[in-house]
């Protein structure tokens, strides 16, 4: 059964740039699957960020695409989030998922707090 | 993008039916069969409910169903149950190749 796991740093400053790492197992990246990163504010509803195919084709919310990187390294079955400029409004919980096209994303990582605080 | 448009809160008693609404415009959830609703229990991650407005994951309940009219789409829980109590979200994808949630919606079971 594939499993997502994020990791990055549950604290970053204001300005900086904020790195995650989305790890699969139980299946391959190269699975002709789109990867997903999805935010959630405290409190809040989800905010759709990104996502990239294997291929490294990428799509971004039109409202955060400046400021957003979306990677992969299918040699190491992991993809990655970069998200530039941090400001507190940035401080949110961050999924990683797994998307199969349209709207559907599945299954889900546990999710990562990032907080940006100085 | 604009969040799609949910009701803050529904509530039902046990064993009754509830709907929940999304509303969209034709740049989202009315141009395109591709709606998705999420289940989320405090601290987990959202469950996939429904996918492509009405098709259902293998397990998950048959009381979960979905609909779409225009640009309304729309999650119904039959027989509710305790364990329904939960944060539950639409989305759906967009003409700029983005997708789109909806705010979300507290279900209570009284």
């Known amino acids: 059964q594939m499993q997502l796991q994020e990791s990055g740093p549950g604290l970053v400053k204001p300005l900086q740039t904020l790195a995650l790492t989305c790890t699969v197992s139980?299946?391959?990246?190269?699975?002709?699957?789109?990867w997903s990163w999805i935010r959630q504010p405290a409190g809040k509803g989800l905010e759709w960020i990104g996502r990239?195919?294997?291929?490294?084709?990428?799509n971004y919310n039109p409202s955060l695409r400046s400021r957003v990187t979306i990677s992969v390294d299918t040699s190491k079955n992991q993809f990655y989030l970069k998200l530039s400029s941090l400001t507190a409004a940035d401080t949110a919980i961050y999924y990683c998922?797994?998307?199969?096209?349209?709207?559907?994303?599945?299954?889900w990582g546990q999710g990562t707090l990032v907080t940006v605080s100085s | 993008q604009s969040a799609l448009t949910q009701p803050a809160s529904v509530s039902g008693s046990p064993g009754q039916s509830i709907t929940i609404s999304c509303t969209g415009t034709?740049?989202?959830?009315?141009?395109?069969?591709?709606v998705s609703w999420y289940q989320q229990h405090p601290g987990k991650a959202p469950k996939l409910l429904i996918y492509?407005?009405?098709n259902r994951p293998s397990g998950v309940s048959f009381r979960f169903s979905g609909s779409k009219s225009g640009n309304t789409a729309s999650l119904t829980i039959s027989g509710l149950q305790a364990d329904d109590e939960a944060d539950y979200y639409c989305?759906?994808?967009?003409?700029?190749?983005?997708?789109?949630f909806g705010g979300g919606t507290k279900l209570t079971v009284l």
């Open positions: 492509d407005v009405t």
């Open positions: 989305a759906s994808y967009t003409s700029s190749s983005s997708r789109v």
């Open positions: 139980g299946g391959s990246i190269s699975s002709d699957s789109y």
């Open positions: 990239i195919h294997d291929s490294g084709s990428t």
């Open positions: 034709r740049s989202d959830v009315g141009g395109y069969n591709y």
């Open positions: 998922a797994r998307g199969l096209g349209g709207a559907r994303f599945d299954p």
